[in-house]
């Protein structure tokens, strides 16, 4: 496995786990009408994901920079 692949990897995964985050967060506010002790829980546990998500962001891009350089990008 290349680390072109690997980095184009994570940034797809930290991409899909930040929009699946925010897509649940609104989703659990829409269906609940109210923000209480259950919604908070599953928001700080989503905001983790959210959080991962930005991980994988920077690591695919670190992981992708050098070898813009060698494919003349």
């Known amino acids: 496995m290349s680390i ?3 980095g184009f990897t994570l940034t797809f995964l930290g991409k899909l786990l930040i929009a699946f985050t925010a897509i649940m967060v609104h989703h659990r506010v829409v269906h609940e009408h109210r923000i209480d002790k259950a ?5 700080k546990r989503e905001q983790k994901f959210g959080i991962l998500g930005v991980i994988f962001l920077v690591t695919g891009y670190l992981l992708e920079f050098p070898n813009m350089w060698d494919a003349g990008a």
């Open 39 to 43: 919604v908070f829980k599953s928001m």
């Open 4 to 6: 072109a692949f690997l």
